[in-house]
């Protein structure tokens, strides 16, 4: 199934949920993939693309000196990313990513990468938060912020399956 299409039946799944994305690599594409599954007006709340430290610090809340300490590429500034799309968007789940589209020589970035994070708001006050690393070597900038979208998703929908099993 495709990954959109299972996040619907995830997310609608009594109780339902609602969902989000913070992105900066991507630039839109994972909300693009979520927006495109028809009826997705029922539980996407929407997204927002920061792209720089000032936004993601502005828009989502991330910490200034985890940002500017990590150049905004580190689990910790997508998993604040995800927990300042749920605030902003008034969702249950978000999903965040940031990273690297291209080897970057000034700054010792050898191969394109990226983090995700998945942040939930538990209905009892906890939070569950996931993050992992994503490396794209050899391709090009499309092609990594297309992977990484859709290797974003499939993280979001193993993380409701786990969720909605346990």
Sequence with gaps: MDPAAELKE????????????????????????IGAVSGASNYFRGGLTAYTLEHKVRQLGVDRAA???SDCVSPVVAEQMARGACALFGADVAVATTGYAEPDPARAVRVPHAWWAVW??????????????IEVPGATRTQVQATVAAAALV???NYLRAARAG
């Design 10 to 33: 995830l997310l609608l799944r009594p109780p339902g949920w609602s969902v989000a994305a913070a992105e900066s690599l991507t630039t839109g594409h994972v909300q693009a993939a």
């Design 67 to 69: 940002a500017e300490a």
């Design 120 to 133: 939930h708001d538990l209905r009892n006050g906890r939070t569950a938060v996931r993050s992992g690393l």
């Design 155 to 157: 993280q979001l929908v």
